[in-house]
């Protein structure tokens, strides 16, 4: 990949199945170390990754994967890309480490290197233990921890990871959260997630893609997002509400104030509640409730499915 490179780039991607258009000219670049990806039922996010992995070819555009085109140069992509399915997909009755080896070598790693990156990646996915019981004693959530081993066993530059803690229970869920932000973490492996869950986008990724009816709905960057991301708040309060509101503007907070002593205000970074219990106190104010939150990953969400197919609500560098 070269440096300026993005991660996942599309321009005007197409892709139809049998009569239908699935994907409708997605174009836009991905370039965070963990890029989420979103979208209702049906919004094309499979046949995204399926795309991407080279299995459907573009009937308009192209999509790239880290810099080389995903349906031209698929089978160079396969070797630098783990992927780990949402649906199960294993040869039950070969012990754990046969099958992340054997499908490790699939993915281009010579024998006795497949053996041995197999016993690494189940160690370090926490299967060390279980990995000569064969695949179809294992737990739901031992299968899942197997599907990443086998994506993370031949060393890829991008890992893939659909649905990753489909049918995990609370400790299991996040076990694989923790193993997918270490990795985040150890910097040479980036990531697309895609989850139903936005708790799972929220907690590992850095960028997420939004899509909608085959649309980009958003494209964007969380971190940026959270790091810009204003206040807001309502109070209320009893007394001088118009002095108050005055003042509270001249700190540079915006401010909307209603007959029955409610204020609605966004205030900037820099300035902190405490401020607006002073100014209350100084005006004879009383604050009787204050209700403090910031946009979340779902309310981007949410934007995102109410606006208009094919326009993107939301778009930060
Ligand atoms: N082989 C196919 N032929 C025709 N239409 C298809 C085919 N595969 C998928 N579709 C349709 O394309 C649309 C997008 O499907 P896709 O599986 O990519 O969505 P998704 O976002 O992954 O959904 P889910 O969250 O339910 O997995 C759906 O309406 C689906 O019915």
Do not use: W
């Amino acid at each position: 990949m070269g440096v300026i490179d993005p991660v996942i780039g599309f321009d005007g991607l197409e892709v139809r199945l049998g009569a239908r258009t699935v994907l409708n000219g997605l174009t836009g670049e991905l370039r965070g170390n963990a890029i989420g990806l979103l979208g209702p039922n049906g919004a094309g996010k499979s046949t995204l990754i399926n795309t991407l992995l080279g299995f459907h070819s573009p009937s308009k555009g192209t999509a790239h994967v880290l810099g080389l085109d995903a349906y031209r140069d698929r089978a160079r992509i396969r070797g630098a890309v783990g992927y780990m399915p949402e649906n199960d997909s294993f040869i039950g009755n070969m012990t754990g480490v046969h099958f992340v080896r054997y499908m490790a070598e699939l993915s281009g790693l010579p024998s006795a290197a497949a053996l041995e990156r197999a016993h690494e990646a189940l160690f370090y996915v926490g299967l060390g233990e279980v990995r000569y019981r064969k695949v179809n004693s294992y737990s739901l959530g031992m299968k899942q921890l197997i599907k990443l081993a086998q994506a993370l066993a031949h060393g890829p530059k991008l890992l893939i990871l659909d649905e990753p803690t489909n049918g995990m229970d609370p400790i299991a869920r996040q076990r694989m959260i923790q193993l997918v932000k270490d990795i985040r973490k150890e910097g040479s492996v980036r990531l697309l997630i895609s989850s139903h869950l936005l708790r799972d986008i929220d907690e590992t990724c850095d960028e997420v893609l939004i899509l909608k009816d085959g649309r980009v709905a958003a494209l964007c960057n969380i971190e940026a997002e959270r790091r810009s991301n204003r206040s807001f708040m309502e109070l209320e309060t009893v007394g001088a509400t118009e002095k108050f509101s005055v003042s509270v503007r001249g700190l540079g907070c915006e401010c909307a104030s209603f007959p029955d002593g409610r204020i609605k205000l966004v205030i900037p970074e820099n300035i902190e509640v405490r401020d607006l219990y002073v100014i209350a106190s100084e005006q004879g104010v009383q604050i009787r409730r204050m209700n403090q939150r910031r946009d979340s990953l779902e309310d981007i969400f949410l934007r995102a499915m109410e606006s208009e197919a094919g326009r993107p609500t939301h778009v930060s560098a």
